[in-house]
């Protein structure tokens, strides 16, 4: 057995685990924030037999789908009177960080 831990967009989860629930596949999702963005993304947990984890890995990549974003960088810390520009920056957001893990012991009480 697997532990598949999926941390994908927060507006790509929705779909995510429709299609999982759709394909027999029990998840539960975490409501996360990254740190880079400081955009809320979605944690999601499955707990899989071994000979699924390339179903799950495909239903996650066809639903997780990355695209760009324009954002603001922070201001540098500058002394007084500096003047600073900030020029928008384009980003990579979405598609899915994803770990496999193997289970020794599941435990239910």
Request: some cysteine.
């Amino acid at each position: 057995m697997k532990l598949v831990l999926a941390i994908v967009h927060s507006d790509d989860a929705p779909g995510l685990l429709d299609a999982l629930t759709r394909r027999g596949h029990r998840a539960t999702r975490i409501n996360t924030a990254g740190g880079f963005l400081k955009e809320s993304n979605a944690t999601i947990l499955l707990g899989v037999q071994d000979d699924l984890v390339d179903e799950v890995l495909g239903v996650i990549q066809s639903n997780c789908q990355t695209r760009t974003q324009y954002v603001n960088p922070l201001p540098p810390v500058m002394e007084p009177g500096e003047f600073y520009m900030p020029y928008p920056v384009e980003v990579q957001i979405g598609g899915a960080t994803v770990f496999v893990m193997d289970v020794e012991q599941v435990v239910p009480l």
